[in-house]
């Protein structure tokens, strides 16, 4: 016992010998994050092309451009805005060694706008909420984000009340471009061969389908993408879309008696079956929904839309089991419109893949823990390009960017949520390095 804490000492000691001994590299996260925050990259939703909007590809450009700059080769960026590169190992033995992807997104969300994001630093963070200067009706509270509480001390970085911060996901670009040129001022931390991707797109979908899985090279993949220090996905939602139509027969008013069937009631009927307790407004955490969200109502045709999610797909089943049994009570009670069903598979869960490849988190959680940041595990409610990725054959679990608040104007990051995340990049790679067979 004795020597295994002596041994235990002796290691960490090590590895924080190892961790002083890096040169930094040769511009820290936070200053390119400012500069990809800059860049407007606002995707639009409802377009034929990818990328969405061709702003995108100014930010493409650059990632390539810089790639160049810190020593990344096969630099390119397709015609569909995605910008790839390899990053060879440095090990004799590279080829037993899996090659690592890791991705970030370039666009920021449609819901606010990302022009003109003006970056502001507050230095030194002693607590309390923060006002953001050009609308003070903007408030990043410690109430609505607690996290802010572990932060005393650290450089909060948040826009200024007009925009968003496109923390989501130019944090990821940051981290990841900052862990490449680390790994360059550092030859001495060995790892193997990394293939790195910036997509355009991913807040509207679309842009994953555009990825050369291929021609990535890649065994396993990272998306950084997520929230909080720590955080680490390796489940999303596993996702249906039902549509549910009630035909009826429409006629003119006056002469409709005995003809009319009004297919509006069968379609508020079959709404007001809903179970209130199995609804995205009164579920959280690892519970699923049933959500009704868009629908036609008419005379002669209504129709809904309802989206079905749950982690797990017996779940998933019994929640569309719900859904058929509904339309064939309102069917009963309403024998003249014709009630019909659809119900299609949008995304599987990619735990359902992810569970044969436990190493993928497990390192992740070490290699967060050699940062000194406490991992857990975080299913997102909702799905990722990492998720498409895994069921196309690239498992892609989705790591922490240090970030908060997405898609809103009260978005922050901080110094040290790009600085550990970065570290754990580079400690990520090192692991696989020290695991090869
Ligand atoms: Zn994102």
Redo the contacts with the bound molecule.
């Keep these: 016992m004795k020597y295994a804490f002596a041994f235990i000492v002796s290691l960490l000691i090590a590895i924080s010998a190892q961790a002083q001994a890096l040169k930094p590299p040769k511009e820290p996260a936070i200053d390119r994050f400012l500069r990809y925050a800059k860049i407007d990259t606002q995707s639009a939703e409802d377009q034929t092309t990818v990328p969405s909007t061709k702003k995108q590809l100014n930010l493409a450009n650059l990632l390539a451009k810089e790639l160049k700059e810190v020593g990344a080769q096969n630099v390119r960026v397709s015609e569909f805005g995605i910008v790839y590169a390899t990053v060879p190992g440095n090990l004799a033995d590279n080829p037993k060694v899996p090659v690592i992807g890791f991705i970030a997104?370039m666009d920021t969300s449609p819901a606010v706008s990302g022009e003109n994001v003006n970056p502001i630093i507050h230095k030194n963070y002693q607590g309390g909420d923060i006002v953001l200067p050009k609308d003070p009706t903007q408030v990043i509270t410690v109430a609505g984000s607690p996290v802010l509480k572990e932060l005393i001390g650290d450089d909060i970085i948040t826009a200024d009340g007009i925009t968003l911060l496109g923390s989501?996901?130019k944090s990821g670009c940051a981290e990841i471009m900052t862990m490449i040129d680390t790994l360059m001022q550092n030859p001495q931390i060995k790892h193997g061969t990394l293939a790195i991707a910036f997509t355009p797109d991913?807040e509207v979908g679309g842009g994953i389908e555009k990825f050369d899985v291929k021609g990535f090279g890649a065994k396993f993949a990272y998306t950084v993408?997520g929230e909080s220090l720590g955080e680490i996905s390796v489940e999303t939602w596993s996702a249906r879309t039902a549509t549910v139509t009630f035909k009826g027969k429409s006629t003119h008013p006056g002469t409709a008696k005995g003809i009319m069937v009004n297919a509006m009631y069968a379609a508020a009927d079959y709404l007001s079956r809903f179970p209130k307790d199995t609804l995205p407004e009164t579920t959280e955490g690892r519970v699923g929904f049933v959500h009704p969200y868009a629908g036609v109502i008419d005379v002669e045709e209504s129709s809904l839309k309802i989206l079905l999610r749950d982690f797990d797909l017996s779940g998933l089943d019994a929640k569309e089991k719900l859904l058929r049994d509904m339309v064939t009570q309102t069917q009963a009670k309403f024998p003249e419109v014709k009630i019909a069903i659809d119900v299609k598979q949008d995304y599987k869960n990619m735990k359902e893949v992810l569970k044969d490849f436990p190493e993928l988190a497990d390192n992740a959680f070490e290699a967060a823990r050699r940062a000194g940041v406490k991992p857990y595990i975080k299913p997102i409610r909702g799905g990722t390009d990492g998720a498409t990725l895994t069921f196309e054959g690239l498992p892609t679990p989705n790591l922490f960017t240090g970030g908060t608040n997405?898609h809103g104007k009260l978005e922050f990051n901080s110094r040290r949520g790009l600085e550990k995340t970065t570290e754990t990049l580079i400690n990520l790679v090192q692991i696989f390095a020290e695991k090869r067979k």
């Design positions: 997104h989501d996901d991913e993408d997405f």
